[in-house]
């Protein structure tokens, strides 16, 4: 929603009716902070921690002249006392981004109305995290640094790759804020490069003009070596996301503990994580499918990376859909078959339609699934694990395929891409181990 179409007055702050710390900070800052006032009945919301204020929970602007995108706001209830402040965008349908509350500040003033000090405070924070979970170890330097609004900075992906750290951008104020990320993770020590991809679907609805927005991929640093769970792999910082799905680390660790003999076939397999990780389980036989040509050359790359006998793995270029239909129609089976999709529901919106799609997939998979083997199955769509409907399009596709089938393991993400408890859409990854009878 615009800002011509926000209820905005152009006026200088009154005074609080209420003073508060972050009131006092305001008032101590060389330039005017404005405040966005919340209607009635909608602050509650924000004040349990929820970090993005959409514009219809927006009663009012004040301040003179109007903040722009990436300004410094606060965000008040219709008393005018301030709850907390954040970054405002002008265009986007999240009129305040909420960085601070107003107790976090009075416990610690020291970030308040600081960008720069904040997210040098946030990100050592989210290195100690990480730290905690055992992140970066000798098996595994491959992982997520900096998780949105998991790690409190929202619009902001930071995955590490070795020594190189790859920062997914998703909002204006990340835009903004650019050159000081960058020298915040340049200055960790352990990060030797830095590679920005700027998300130009999701920034083009936050109003910005991507013409200046180039991805920075060198051809030195295009590919790219890293190791995870002991399994290595050679990734593009040019592919997908940020060039590695770190989130289903523990997913295909699970995995490699439960192949040894088995017959597994990795549908959408990308570069190869489930099916290199099924191999060094001592599966007995291992077939990946994908339709990206780029992906696999780096999979069959990564076959030979770890000593991995090609008679036992082998990845082949075919659309998944068709893949199994021809395999059905042979009544070829396998002792554990995954299917890990791209995402089908990028919105809401098309969630019923993308549930269709979900279902025929799935229907497909089970059917050539062994009976008593195991199908894992996964959504990286927000809107299909947040509607809570996962579960039933799989029982939808069960009966599509005249089998019974029976939840054994449901997880997520790894653990290194924390979710804000007040923000649950940041929940976005199912991932479903089926017994199939």
Same mark, same amino acid.
């Given at each position: 929603?615009?800002?011509?179409?926000?209820?905005?007055?152009?006026?200088?702050?009154?005074?609080?009716?209420?003073?508060?710390?972050?009131?006092?900070?305001?008032?101590?800052? +060389?330039?005017?902070? %404005?405040?966005?006032?919340?209607?009635?009945?909608?602050?509650?919301?924000?004040?349990?921690?929820?970090?993005?204020?959409?514009?219809? +929970?927006? /009663?009012?602007?004040?301040?003179?002249?109007?903040?722009?995108?990436?300004?410094?706001?606060?965000?008040?209830?219709?008393?005018?006392?301030?709850?907390?402040?954040?970054?405002?965008?002008?265009?986007?349908?999240?009129?305040?981004?909420?960085?601070?509350?107003? @107790?976090?500040?009075?416990?610690?003033?020291?970030?308040? !109305?600081?960008?720069?000090?904040?997210?040098?405070?946030?990100? /050592?924070?989210?290195?100690?995290?990480?730290?905690?979970?055992?992140?970066?170890?000798?098996?595994?330097?491959?992982?997520?640094?900096?998780? =949105?609004?998991?790690?409190?900075?929202?619009?902001?992906?930071?995955?590490?790759?070795?020594?190189? %750290?790859?920062? %997914?951008?998703? +909002? &204006?104020?990340?835009?903004?804020?650019?050159?000081?990320?960058?020298?915040?993770? =340049?200055?960790?020590?352990?990060?030797?490069?830095?590679?920005?991809?700027?998300?130009?679907?999701?920034?083009?609805? @936050?109003?910005?003009?991507?013409?200046? !927005?180039?991805?920075? $991929?060198?051809?030195?640093?295009?590919?790219?070596? $890293?190791?995870?769970?002991?399994?290595?792999?050679?990734?593009?910082? /040019?592919?997908?996301?940020?060039?590695?799905?770190?989130?289903?680390?523990?997913?295909?660790?699970?995995?490699?503990?439960?192949?040894?003999?088995?017959?597994?076939?990795?549908?959408?397999?990308?570069?190869?994580?489930? &099916?290199?990780? &099924?191999?060094?389980?001592?599966?007995?036989?291992?077939?990946?499918?994908?339709?990206? =040509?780029?992906?696999?050359?780096?999979?069959?790359?990564?076959?030979?990376?770890?000593?991995?006998?090609? @008679?036992?793995?082998?990845?082949?270029?075919?659309? %998944?859909?068709?893949?199994?239909?021809?395999?059905?129609?042979?009544?070829?089976?396998?002792?554990?078959?995954?299917?890990?999709?791209?995402?089908?529901?990028?919105?809401?919106?098309?969630?019923? =339609?993308?549930?269709?799609?979900?279902?025929?997939?799935?229907?497909?998979?089970?059917?050539?699934?062994?009976?008593?083997?195991?199908?894992?199955?996964?959504?990286?769509?927000?809107?299909?694990?947040?509607?809570?409907?996962? !579960?039933?399009?799989?029982?939808?596709?069960?009966?599509?395929?005249?089998?019974?089938?029976?939840?054994?393991?449901?997880?997520?993400? &790894?653990?290194?891409?924390?979710?804000?408890?007040?923000?649950? @859409?940041? +929940?976005?990854?199912?991932?479903?181990?089926?017994?199939?009878?």
């Amino acid at each position: 929603m615009l800002l011509s179409s926000r209820l905005t007055r152009c006026l200088a702050l009154p005074p609080a009716t209420t003073t508060t710390v972050l009131h006092d900070i305001a008032s101590k800052q +060389a330039k005017s902070v %404005a405040k966005v006032i919340l209607k009635k009945g909608k602050t509650q919301l924000f004040r349990d921690g929820s970090p993005m204020v959409y514009s219809g +929970a927006v /009663d009012s602007i004040i301040g003179r002249p109007p903040p722009k995108t990436g300004d410094v706001v606060l965000v008040a209830d219709g008393a005018q006392k301030p709850i907390g402040w954040g970054l405002y965008n002008s265009s986007s349908m999240f009129c305040v981004r909420l960085m601070q509350l107003e @107790e976090e500040v009075s416990g610690d003033p020291s970030c308040a !109305l600081n960008v720069e000090k904040l997210l040098e405070t946030r990100i /050592d924070a989210a290195v100690n995290l990480r730290k905690n979970l055992g992140l970066p170890s000798a098996t595994t330097d491959a992982y997520r640094l900096v998780n =949105s609004e998991g790690d409190r900075l929202s619009g902001l992906i930071i995955d590490v790759f070795g020594d190189i %750290a790859v920062i %997914a951008s998703s +909002a &204006a104020w990340v835009e903004k804020y650019k050159e000081h990320i960058k020298k915040c993770i =340049s200055g960790l020590g352990v990060i030797n490069s830095v590679v920005w991809r700027p998300s130009t679907d999701i920034l083009k609805e @936050e109003g910005l003009d991507l013409t200046d !927005l180039d991805q920075e $991929v060198s051809e030195s640093t295009d590919r790219v070596k $890293v190791v995870e769970n002991g399994i290595s792999y050679m990734i593009s910082l /040019d592919g997908q996301k940020t060039g590695f799905y770190a989130d289903q680390r523990e997913n295909r660790r699970f995995i490699s503990t439960i192949c040894d003999g088995q017959k597994v076939l990795d549908m959408c397999c990308y570069t190869g994580g489930f &099916a290199l990780n &099924a191999a060094c389980g001592h599966a007995l036989d291992v077939t990946g499918i994908d339709s990206s =040509s780029p992906a696999l050359e780096l999979a069959n790359q990564n076959i030979v990376l770890n000593n991995l006998d090609p @008679e036992r793995i082998s990845f082949v270029k075919q659309d %998944a859909t068709s893949f199994m239909k021809n395999a059905a129609s042979r009544n070829e089976a396998w002792d554990i078959v995954i299917l890990d999709p791209p995402k089908l529901a990028p919105r809401r919106k098309v969630l019923q =339609s993308a549930s269709g799609m979900y279902r025929n997939l799935n229907s497909l998979a089970m059917r050539l699934t062994k009976p008593g083997g195991f199908l894992m199955t996964c959504s990286c769509s927000g809107a299909m694990t947040q509607s809570g409907q996962f !579960l039933p399009v799989l029982q939808g596709a069960a009966s599509m395929a005249g089998r019974k089938i029976t939840l054994v393991r449901q997880t997520g993400a &790894a653990c290194d891409h924390p979710i804000d408890p007040s923000y649950p @859409e940041g +929940a976005y990854l199912t991932n479903i181990l089926l017994r199939v009878a």
